[in-house]
């Protein structure tokens, strides 16, 4: 009879050890719902183990001390109600995505398992053995059909409720578990000499491991650790506790550059070495919480061990992929100190990961500065958006001298906003960078492209001299697909000639997306466009890609004529006699070696009379700065050009 009455029981525990063994054989998150499943597991290990006994008992109760039978079966009906219990805080702390419950939540919910257990303890048990069924009956049996309905209800009604995080699929699956232990309470009801709960247990443990914690779906399969999913979760683990909470993320900055030489596998054997140097140093649970960023949390503050962190970086420095340097930079985010919520995390090692790929520190820590520079991003953000909206954007014109007929023939339109607010005065060197990590670069491009045509069109231009108007294309504009289109149907709705139009392309950009940028500039140039390369001298400038891409005008920066003149580019700053020499020798080099290539320059940043003297006397065609004019609106251009026709004339 026993032997034929433990047959389930064994199966389970056969399944329990496979479930087991696969669920110990990866890294395992340590979320609070982790925990409950672990300790469901052992748990129904031990419940298993009780119902054997318990078998064992009422099946030879003639022959065992009085008082063994319902001692055993009271340990075993008490672990039925345990991991009842265990399986329903299981799926209430998923609903709550992790949060903690306060300690008189939980004492609310366990009320139901505290009176079991007390008739546990002092209700009637009865026995019955005939024809091979043994089973137990009477109150203190009883009690885990009243206690298990109860908590199952309490589930019903979660998967029901708004109030709790559950996606449609975890819904079903927490539903089918329901199933279960309802079927099984049913059928041990109906048919109690069939013990059920034991092996009902085990597959509720095998459908929570499938369906919440098959661990493989939180490992990165290539290159090991956790992934981002498993990022997400840990994350509300960490953050609903209420304690110290840093988080630290690892940036591989140039990983895009050494998978174009060397191949996607280079890239991820990169991230494999950065996160073996971390382990070495940390002994943490590292994520890949997304590409080319490896990140942990630890609950002690970095700073104080800012030591590990140096070692870190030194042996960083020392790794070399496809004759590459690795690039990179750490970023240590106080989580409690800067961010109300979980959102703010996100938004804040946005901000951390993208604002510090060229720094020359390599080990950055969020601080009340960084905090507020992240502030005043959001804010311009905002601004940004409401401009294009609202009309929010304005053109300024820089007029352009043109030394051989010594008028003004040109313009540089300089983008402004109207209104900042409590930010002030906002340069666009400040503005396009966020315009394009904020992805609305294109749409800011169309709006002055409109309003410098619109500028051109109603003001006849031509007739007053004037041969172009300069337009900055960003570097996102310049490598975007459909750049050409969307330029060429603006000047052909407002009625200009694209040759009114030249576009300054900087040469970082050209460096960057050299073979789209081309494409583009000839398809541009076939419609009548002209182009400047704007900042010569200031990025990596080749000559050779210079004369291939034909540029009408190459644009000298004011850091190659300034220190010429004895002026430094740093405010307060001084020039040695010795440097403004070789300063002037270059300047001279570069003017002559330009003009041997046959291009024109337009020199920028002329500011006194002595610079405009010797630009004149070196034959540079164009010169612009504030000896001439600041930038100013548009109605004050049309006057400064019509004073100045007045006069020459």
């Not at 311009?380 to 609202?390: F, I, M, P, T, V």
């Not at 053109?395 to 983008?415: D, N």
């Amino acid at each position: 009879m026993f032997d034929l009455n433990v047959r389930f029981q064994i199966l389970s525990m056969l399944l329990l050890l496979v479930i087991v063994i696969d669920y110990f054989r990866y890294p395992r998150l340590k979320t609070l719902s982790s925990k409950y499943f672990m300790l469901l597991m052992a748990a129904n290990f031990v419940n298993l183990c009780l119902d054997i006994v318990s078998v064992y008992t009422i099946t030879h109760i003639e022959s065992l001390p009085e008082g063994v039978n319902r001692l055993t079966h009271q340990f075993f009906i008490g672990s039925v109600l345990v991991c009842t219990f265990i399986s329903f805080m299981y799926v209430f702390m998923k609903g709550r995505q992790q949060r903690r419950l306060e300690r008189k939540s939980f004492l609310v919910l366990i009320i139901p398992l505290a009176i079991s257990f007390l008739v546990v303890l002092f209700g009637p048990l009865h026995y019955y053995i005939s024809d091979g069924k043994a089973y137990s009956y009477g109150m203190m049996a009883y009690v885990v059909y009243i206690c298990g309905f109860f908590y199952l209800l309490l589930e019903l009604l979660m998967t029901f409720s708004s109030k709790y995080s559950l996606d449609r699929e975890q819904k079903i699956s927490i539903r089918f578990v329901m199933m279960i232990w309802l079927i099984t309470l049913v059928s041990q009801l109906t048919f109690p000499w069939i013990l059920l709960s034991g092996a009902a247990l085990t597959w509720i443990v095998l459908c929570i491991y499938l369906s919440f914690e098959n661990q493989r779906e939180h490992i990165d399969m290539e290159v090991g650790g956790f992934n981002r999913a498993a990022f997400h979760h840990m994350l509300d683990e960490y953050y609903e506790d209420g304690k110290p909470l840093y988080l630290v993320h690892l940036r591989c900055d140039n990983n895009d550059r050494i998978q174009s030489i060397a191949g996607h596998g280079a890239g991820r054997q990169t991230i494999q070495m950065m996160k073996q140097e971390m382990e070495k140093l940390f002994s943490k649970d590292i994520f890949h919480s997304r590409s080319s960023v490896l990140s942990f949390f630890t609950r002690v503050d970095p700073s104080e061990d800012r030591k590990r962190l140096e070692q870190l970086c030194t042996a960083l420095s020392h790794l070399e992929f496809a004759g590459i340097a690795l690039q990179f930079h750490i970023s240590v985010m106080d989580l409690r100190t800067y961010t109300k919520n979980k959102d703010e995390v996100y938004e804040l090692t946005n901000f951390m990961l993208t604002e510090f790929t060229d720094a020359e520190e390599k080990i950055i820590f969020l601080d009340q500065k960084l905090a507020e520079r992240k502030k005043r991003q959001d804010i311009l953000g905002r601004l940004l958006e409401q401009a294009l909206e609202q009309d929010g954007f304005q053109l300024y014109y820089q007029p352009i001298y043109w030394s051989k007929t010594g008028r003004f023939g040109s313009a540089e339109a300089l983008l402004r906003l109207k209104n900042c607010g409590e930010l002030g005065f906002v340069s666009p060197e400040e503005f396009i960078p966020l315009a394009e990590k904020r992805g609305i670069i294109l749409e800011i491009g169309d709006r002055v492209m409109e309003m410098a045509a619109e500028f051109i069109r109603d003001h006849d231009l031509e007739k007053m001299g004037i041969q172009y108007i300069e337009v900055n294309l960003s570097a996102m504009q310049a490598g975007a697909a459909d750049i050409t289109e969307r330029l060429y149907r603006i000047v052909k709705e407002k009625g200009i000639n694209p040759a009114q139009i030249n576009l300054e392309i900087t040469e970082t950009a050209m460096l960057e997306q050299s073979e789209t940028v081309d494409s583009n500039m000839k398809k541009l140039r076939g419609l009548g466009f002209g182009f400047s390369m704007d900042d010569f001298g200031t990025g990596y400038s080749n000559l050779a890609q210079i004369v291939s891409s034909s540029y009408e005008l190459i644009k000298l920066d004011k850091s190659l004529i300034w220190p010429a003149f004895g002026q430094s580019m740093e405010k307060n700053g001084i020039v040695s006699k010795e440097d403004q020499t070789k300063a002037m020798e270059l300047l001279s080099s570069l003017i002559d070696m330009l003009h041997k290539q046959g291009l024109q320059m337009v020199a920028e940043g002329v500011e006194t009379e002595a610079m405009k003297d010797y630009l004149v006397g070196a034959s540079v065609e164009h010169l612009q700065g504030y000896y001439f004019s600041r930038p100013v609106p548009d109605l004050e251009y049309i006057s400064f050009i019509q004073d100045k026709h007045r006069i020459d004339n």
